[in-house]
């Protein structure tokens, strides 16, 4: 029995799993705006405080989603020169973002010091590390790749009717002349192309700063 039934809560005997997967669910089916401690107690069948012994906050359970959602990412097989492996480092990130409706807003809004989390980031800063960066560029590095792909991401998971809307008609009096003429480009919704755009320019400007 995993619902209330006749007014009583249920027995299933909860772990901090179970919260974060039905979390997950929630938020695939109704997006970030809807998950909450109480409608995750709703949906498991539990009472507020069972939730929240598991989670003690709104906050935490926000955390412990974003390092399940960077979880499902592999770090296995990956390809053996330092810029490729950033490259698909980065990739399956974005994939994993992807993966769950929200994914990246969830994610952005948290500093989750997580193990997935840290072994994603421990990767990655490995790599560069090894690619002949500075230890301050390794680092901020990371941080430059992660904000991009966040960025990106939550633009692309953004409601259809929101990306680019409006542009053309805000540009039509011709007082934007630049933005005027790449508008086209601005509003096209060719998130897999800008992202290996972006990400290309990162790694080449990674490359003057090698010791």
């Given at each position: 029995?995993?619902?209330?039934?006749?007014?009583?809560?249920?027995?299933?005997?909860?772990?901090?799993?179970?919260?974060?997967?039905?979390?997950?669910?929630?938020?695939?089916?109704?997006?970030?705006?809807?998950?909450?401690?109480?409608?995750?107690?709703?949906?498991?069948?539990?009472?507020?405080?069972?939730?929240?012994?598991?989670?003690?906050?709104?906050?935490?359970?926000?955390?412990?989603?974003?390092?399940?959602?960077?979880?499902?990412?592999?770090?296995?097989?990956?390809?053996?020169?330092?810029?490729?492996r950033v490259r698909e480092l980065s990739h399956r990130y974005r994939r994993a973002l992807l993966a769950h409706r929200d994914g990246a807003?969830?994610?952005?809004?948290?500093?989750?010091a997580e193990p997935a989390t840290l072994r994603f980031a421990d990767t990655m800063v490995e790599t560069l590390l090894s690619s002949g960066?500075?230890?301050?560029?390794?680092?901020?590095?990371?941080?430059?790749?992660?904000?991009?792909?966040?960025?990106?991401?939550?633009?692309?998971?953004?409601?259809?009717?929101?990306?680019?809307?409006?542009?053309?008609?805000?540009?039509?009096?011709?007082?934007?002349?630049?933005?005027?003429?790449?508008?086209?480009?601005?509003?096209?919704?060719?998130?897999?192309?800008?992202?290996?755009?972006?990400?290309?320019?990162?790694?080449?400007?990674?490359g003057s700063h090698r010791v």
């Amino acid at each position: 029995m995993t619902k209330m039934q006749a007014g009583k809560p249920s027995r299933t005997r909860l772990d901090p799993d179970t919260v974060v997967r039905a979390a997950l669910e929630l938020l695939d089916e109704k997006g970030a705006e809807a998950v909450s401690i109480r409608a995750i107690a709703e949906r498991l069948g539990v009472r507020m405080n069972t939730v929240l012994w598991h989670a003690k906050t709104k906050a935490r359970l926000l955390e412990l989603m974003a390092d399940a959602i960077v979880a499902e990412m592999s770090l296995e097989d990956l390809p053996e020169p330092c810029e490729e492996r950033v490259r698909e480092l980065s990739h399956r990130y974005r994939r994993a973002l992807l993966a769950h409706r929200d994914g990246a807003t969830i994610v952005a809004g948290t500093y989750a010091a997580e193990p997935a989390t840290l072994r994603f980031a421990d990767t990655m800063v490995e790599t560069l590390l090894s690619s002949g960066l500075a230890e301050r560029e390794a680092a901020w590095a990371l941080w430059t790749v992660v904000y991009f792909t966040l960025g990106l991401t939550q633009e692309e998971q953004a409601s259809p009717e929101t990306v680019g809307h409006g542009l053309t008609g805000a540009l039509a009096s011709g007082e934007y002349p630049s933005l005027g003429r790449v508008v086209a480009h601005l509003e096209a919704p060719t998130f897999a192309e800008r992202f290996d755009y972006g990400l290309s320019l990162i790694l080449q400007s990674l490359g003057s700063h090698r010791v």
